[in-house]
């Protein structure tokens, strides 16, 4: 089993910063894919950004080159750097955790879920 808790979300004007958290729970940490996907209201969640045990990353479309993921695994925590945000950032976003599927490659195929954290970006 493995427990998720994003953190580091919160209310930033267009063009700013964030950095989310994810703290995973768990000895497999090490070996697992961690994704960020994030959901906007009325809109199906997709997929942010994310990171194999090895270190190769994947982006969505709409946020490559402004948002980076990155992972520790020695403190059990995946990051995800935000930059140059904009209001369609505007989402909740979700930290999951994928244990079976070497490299998933959509949301059914991530095991586990965080709650959930809020990112608004205002003009």
């Known amino acids: 089993h493995v427990r998720l808790v994003e953190s580091g979300g919160g209310s930033v004007q267009s063009g700013g910063s964030l950095r989310l958290s994810c703290a995973a729970s768990?000895?497999?940490?090490?070996?697992?894919?961690i994704g960020w996907y994030r959901q906007a209201p009325g809109k199906e969640r997709e997929l942010v950004a994310s990171?194999?045990?090895?270190?190769?990353?994947n982006y969505g479309d709409s946020v490559k080159g402004r948002f980076t993921i990155s992972r520790d695994n020695a403190k059990n925590t995946v990051f995800l750097q935000m930059s140059s945000l904009k209001a369609e950032d505007t989402a909740v976003y979700y930290c999951?955790?994928?244990?079976?599927?070497?490299?998933?490659?959509?949301?059914?195929?991530?095991?586990?879920w965080g709650q959930g954290t809020q990112v608004t970006v205002y003009s």
């Open positions: 768990g000895s497999i940490f090490s070996t697992i894919v």
């Open positions: 990171i194999s045990s090895r270190g190769s990353t």
């Open positions: 999951a955790a994928g244990t079976i599927v070497v490299v998933p490659t959509s949301v059914d195929e991530y095991d586990y």
